[in-house]
């Protein structure tokens, strides 16, 4: 159904949008929902104003495990063995064939006596209860909403799914008795619901939610714009823009088709939120050390709230001879609190041509017309973020760091990452954010159809 859109101010409505602190990969497209986040911030489930000591420690035991097991994961036989096991307890099934998944899995099982025996967010839901309006639960993981759930929340609850597929572990014990919903940022993830039981009047395909700021509206102005400088940096023997010439005038329009980049060629390479690949990092740079002397690229090390990590590549990266400021061709992004780091990580991608990083949450921002170069997968959604990303176009996995700087500029001259940005702005959902907007508030938006299963 196509929509007519009205201007963000119109809002009907606002939600209620919580995250957690595990990682980035739940905050992150919380930050993007703050246009509808009611007093225009998320909150953060395992540290909200109010909550207990105990559940707060219950919270953090948890946490500590998932990180120091992603921390061992580069170290030969112990990593592997230590993450084999967690990622077993939190694996995905294989798709096809098709058939009824419904059945909890021992995780399910375990996380619902997790938040009965500790009382998780009961407090954060009375809370919310009490609100004159009970406003719609935006939930980027599935424990609040289960919790919710449990405790008897009045207002409709949402969970925002934030990988291409996803474990047994986030749907409720009773798919069908559940008033849980479900906003699903590919096709895959719908048809992934229907086999674990959910209603289908429960599942919304929405696309994962991108930051507004990186896309300025239904008719993405801004991504168009910072697409153009991209493609012009990754292509610059013009090989892909003389081949699709016709279709991307046809597309951007004759005056950005026209348009000169005046920054140098950037790459960014982030980190996960435990800094399990923080060495990669460093090959990168050594591997690149002389054209980032002749100012032939840019790189962005991205160390987010972590300081253990900024100092860490400031030391390596002195060591190679570089400093670590924006003029000297080695940038570290790295701020005090989560809210500060997604904004600055917003501007910065403005001007980046490459993302390296795991398939992570982060695979979803190729729709923004930026390649991925992906690390090594770390857990099984990860690994089926990375055939989503082969299968649209928008990502390839890296080669050995040790020879960046020779096959990285290999694909650069033959624009081969110039096309991987236009699959991935083609293919990859961009308005995720809208969508989601649109079911929360009832604000009409006039946005294309997505395809089912990718």
């Not at 986040?37 to 495990?65: C, F, H, M, T």
């Not at 929405?206 to 697409?227: R, Y």
């Amino acid at each position: 159904m196509i929509f007519k859109y009205k201007k963000e101010k119109e809002t009907y409505k606002k939600a209620w949008v919580i995250a957690v602190n595990m990682g980035y990969g739940h905050e992150r497209p919380a930050h993007s929902l703050e246009s509808i986040a009611q007093d225009d911030q998320y909150i953060v489930a395992n540290n909200y104003p109010g909550i207990s000591k105990e559940e707060k420690e219950a919270w953090r035991d948890s946490r500590k495990l998932y990180e120091a097991v992603s921390r061992l994961k580069p170290i030969p036989i112990i990593g592997d063995i230590a993450f084999g096991i967690m990622d077993r307890i939190q694996e995905i099934e294989d798709f096809y064939p098709r058939r009824d998944l419904s059945t909890p899995n021992l995780q399910l099982k375990e996380t619902i006596k997790f938040i009965k025996k500790h009382e998780i967010c009961k407090k954060l839901i009375d809370d919310l209860a009490e609100h004159k309006k009970h406003l719609p639960l935006v939930c980027t993981f599935f424990i609040p909403a289960f919790a919710a759930e449990i405790y008897d929340y009045p207002g409709e609850i949402y969970v925002c799914i934030t990988d291409t597929d996803f474990s047994r572990t986030w749907v409720a014990e009773d798919p069908k008795r559940s008033r849980i919903k479900y906003l699903a940022p590919s096709g895959r993830v719908v048809e992934r619901l229907k086999l674990y039981g959910v209603n289908e009047k429960n599942i919304y395909l929405t696309g994962f939610p991108l930051p507004k700021n990186l896309i300025g509206g239904p008719d993405s102005p801004i991504t168009k714009d910072d697409m153009m400088d991209r493609i012009n940096n990754l292509d610059p023997n013009g090989i892909f823009k003389n081949r699709y010439y016709n279709i991307m005038q046809g597309h951007f329009g004759t005056k950005r088709l026209k348009q000169k980049t005046k920054r140098p060629l950037t790459l960014s390479f982030a980190v996960g939120g435990a800094g399990a690949q923080r060495y990669l990092g460093i090959k990168i740079i050594k591997s690149l050390k002389e054209k980032i002397r002749r100012h032939h690229i840019q790189i962005n090390l991205i160390a987010g709230t972590h300081k253990n990590l900024k100092t860490f590549f400031e030391k390596e990266v002195k060591k190679l001879g570089i400093k670590t400021t924006h003029s000297s061709g080695v940038n570290i992004i790295f701020e005090n609190t989560r809210p500060a780091y997604f904004t600055a990580f917003n501007k910065m991608l403005r001007e980046t041509d490459i993302l390296w990083t795991k398939p992570s949450e982060l695979s979803f921002y190729t729709g923004l017309g930026i390649p991925i170069v992906m690390a090594e997968p770390i857990g099984s959604q990860e690994k089926f973020n990375r055939l989503w990303l082969q299968q649209i176009g928008g990502g390839i996995d890296q080669l050995d760091p040790e020879y960046t700087d020779e096959w990285l500029f290999d694909w650069i001259d033959s624009g081969a990452l110039a096309r991987m940005a236009w699959n991935g702005y083609i293919e990859a959902p961009t308005h995720g954010t809208y969508r989601i907007e649109q079911i929360i508030t009832g604000q009409k938006i006039e946005l294309e159809q997505l395809p089912l299963v990718v």
